[in-house]
């Protein structure tokens, strides 16, 4: 763990810009570990990182790491980042957001986002819930779960994201969580390694809001849970369905070869310039 | 016939002006009646190793010509009134953030979807006031294809010396219809590039509060790994709560742009030494003014006329001067909406001097009868 914290020290504004914002045993913090140890095994200069974020709790993370970093206005980070990655198609964009963010009022850069495959890594930090603003109901809050503006139960459907991001045609999809650390770690790496849009979930806790309004407890009892409830995608493809159902399937859901959007404007402006 | 001769409209001359300027990012939505520039720019644009991207809408555009510039491209968006209405959240982002960036409003009729295909100014307080909270707005107006060009290229400079959105306010008629055009020559027009840091990275605030309020903008990617964010923030960039530096940041935005009027604002003046009656007027509108000043001139009538071609901010000394002119009784404010100009030359002329609205909202041009009539009725 002590050569963990080295890793995770030498990427932090640290004079700058502690304490931070989170609730203390917030997985936040354990998504920033992951998406440190994933930069620093790819050994990325981190002059050609740019981390864009936009509005909420998970937003909040990029300001705390010494990259390039752009916190946004709500649901838009997508859209600065695909402005960023086009202009500098060198830079390595990595897009922070939340739930709300980018499925509610970030939904359509979201899709359009997956669609474009530019080659942009966006961790969607799923905590089901607003935390920011005291816990509303947000895009991924189960039904009949309760939030602040949900106080009878949540009477919507909540999206499933990497069905989502698949069907909007994310070139890799993959979910974690915030108690499987390693696999975070080795996800977020892959995410960023492949070249084109990639998505993924870091399903995470808010035991200051989601839990309190569900009585689940802490924030060790949620991560407990997740242990619990988490299963791994290959071992579940060999499962009954019905042990499968109610079920939080993590690991990669689909990793498929498409030519990035830059590598193609690139190849035009090539062309068009006689090379 | 010299081949830098051309016949060209208000749209493609923004598309021209902006390859002149040197923009080498173009984000944006189609929206008529602006949607040439866009199809003009996907074509230029790459040959030239710039960017051309088609977003999913005008929130995005607006955030992508963000990103970019971030990223050190010169960038650009245009747009029509609805689109302009969900692009005022990014441009008040970019006031606050200091991005440069330059937004194409080719005005048509409103409110909401209101007539696409046909003229108006009504958004010319949009342009001012567009955003939530207090900023100071830039935007340009032109009235001929030509000074499309020309103020396509001013807007770029603007932006860049300012670190700010800026607004180029044209309308469907000035976007569609054709003119003669002198293309000009490589290094006629002034073409500015923004001011970069030459300070090591660790001495390298990317808010710096200077004594004349210019900071120098490094990109991402150059080594200076800084923060932006649209909230309140410390000249590092890192968000603040504490009313000095709150107080310090937004004095520095308001000031960058105030104490630098008599560069950003250009207004125009004829005849106005002896008029009795003022005609005051923008774009498309300026053309019909002039034409009936003439007329007017023609019938020994002493009238005078005022163009603003900077909309916003508003030079409020220079306009008091004009104002202040000996024989001035009157002012027609001319205008392709429901009365909004009006209001700030209501706020700057004597006491003395009478403001009158002629005002157009049904799609049609102001004629140059129409002021003239409106000329005689004050006489």
């Known amino acids: 763990m002590a050569q963990r914290s080295d890793i995770t020290h030498k990427y932090l504004r640290a004079k700058k810009k502690f304490p931070n914002v989170w609730c203390a045993g917030c997985g936040i913090g354990i998504v920033m570990g992951s998406l440190i140890r994933a930069i620093d095994k790819l050994e990325l200069d981190r002059d050609n990182v740019t981390l864009v974020s936009g509005i909420g709790c998970s937003s909040r993370l990029p300001v705390y790491l010494d990259f390039n970093t752009l916190h946004t206005t709500h649901g838009r980070a997508l859209a600065f980042a695909t402005g960023v990655k086009l202009a500098n198609p060198k830079m390595h964009v990595i897009v922070i957001t939340g739930d709300g963010d980018a499925l509610a009022i970030g939904g359509n850069h979201f899709i359009h986002s997956c669609r474009r495959n530019m080659d942009i890594t966006c961790i969607l930090i799923n905590n089901q819930i607003y935390g920011m603003t005291g816990g509303q109901f947000s895009p991924t809050t189960p039904t009949e779960s309760h939030a602040s503006t949900a106080p009878y139960g949540n009477k919507e459907y909540p999206f499933d994201i990497p069905k989502l991001a698949m069907g909007a045609g994310a070139s890799y999809v993959a979910r974690g969580t915030v108690y499987h650390v390693t696999q975070l770690d080795q996800l977020i790496h892959d995410g960023i390694k492949k070249r084109g849009f990639s998505l993924i979930e870091a399903y995470s806790n808010c035991h200051t809001y989601f839990g309190r309004l569900n009585r689940l407890g802490d924030s060790v009892k949620m991560l407990e849970e997740m242990k619990k409830n988490a299963l791994p995608l290959k071992a579940a493809e060999k499962m009954p369905p019905e042990k499968v159902q109610g079920k939080l399937l993590t690991g990669v859901f689909c990793d498929v070869e498409r030519e990035e959007y830059c590598d193609r404007y690139d190849a035009l402006i090539q062309s068009l310039q006689g090379k | ?379």
Not at chain 2, 152 to 177: F, I, K, S
Not at chain 2, 321 to 331: P, R
């Open chain 2, 1 to 379: 016939m010299a081949d830098n001769i051309r016949l060209m409209q208000g749209n493609e001359a923004v598309a021209e002006g902006a390859m002149i300027g040197g923009l080498r990012f173009f984000g944006g939505y189609p929206i008529t009646p602006s949607t040439e520039i866009a199809e003009i720019l996907a074509r230029r644009l790459p040959k030239v190793g710039g960017k051309f991207i088609q977003m999913e809408d005008e929130i995005a555009s607006v955030g992508a010509i963000i990103g970019a510039s971030l990223a050190g491209s010169k960038s650009m968006t245009a747009t029509s009134g609805p689109g302009f209405s969900l692009m005022v959240e990014g441009i008040g982002y970019a006031y606050m953030a200091e991005v440069p960036t330059v937004i194409v409003n080719v005005q048509r009729g409103g409110p909401s979807t209101g007539l696409p295909t046909k003229v108006s100014q009504s958004d010319t307080m949009q342009a001012r006031w567009g955003t939530h909270g207090d900023y100071i707005a830039i935007a340009l107006a032109p009235q001929s294809v030509r000074e499309t060009l020309d103020l396509t290229v001013r807007a770029m400079n603007l932006a860049e010396v300012y670190r700010t959105p800026v607004t180029l306010l044209t309308d469907e008629v000035l976007g569609h219809m054709r003119e003669k055009v002198t293309i000009p020559e490589e290094g006629e027009i002034e073409v500015i590039n923004r001011q970069k840091p030459d300070v090591p990275a660790s001495w390298y605030k990317h808010f710096e509060i200077t004594p004349n309020f210019k900071s120098p903008m490094a990109s991402f990617g150059d080594g200076y790994r800084f923060h932006v964010t649209g909230l309140t923030h410390d000249e590092e960039g890192f968000p603040t709560n504490k009313s000095v530096e709150i107080l310090a940041k937004l004095t520095k935005l308001r000031n960058k742009i105030m104490r630098y009027l008599d560069d950003i604002c250009q207004i125009e003046t004829d005849g106005m030494e002896d008029a009795h009656v003022a005609v005051y007027a923008y774009g498309i509108v300026a053309r019909a003014a002039r034409q009936a000043v003439q007329m007017a001139r023609a019938r020994r009538m002493k009238v005078g006329q005022i163009r603003p071609i900077t909309i916003w901010p508003s030079h409020d000394k220079k306009y008091k001067e004009i104002f202040s002119s000996k024989n001035l009784e009157a002012v027609i404010v001319a205008e392709l909406n429901q009365g909004q100009l009006v209001y700030e030359v209501q706020r700057l002329v004597p006491k003395h001097v009478e403001v009158i609205s002629l005002n157009r909202f049904d799609s049609e041009l102001i004629t140059p009868a129409q002021i003239l009539n409106k000329i005689k009725e004050v006489r």
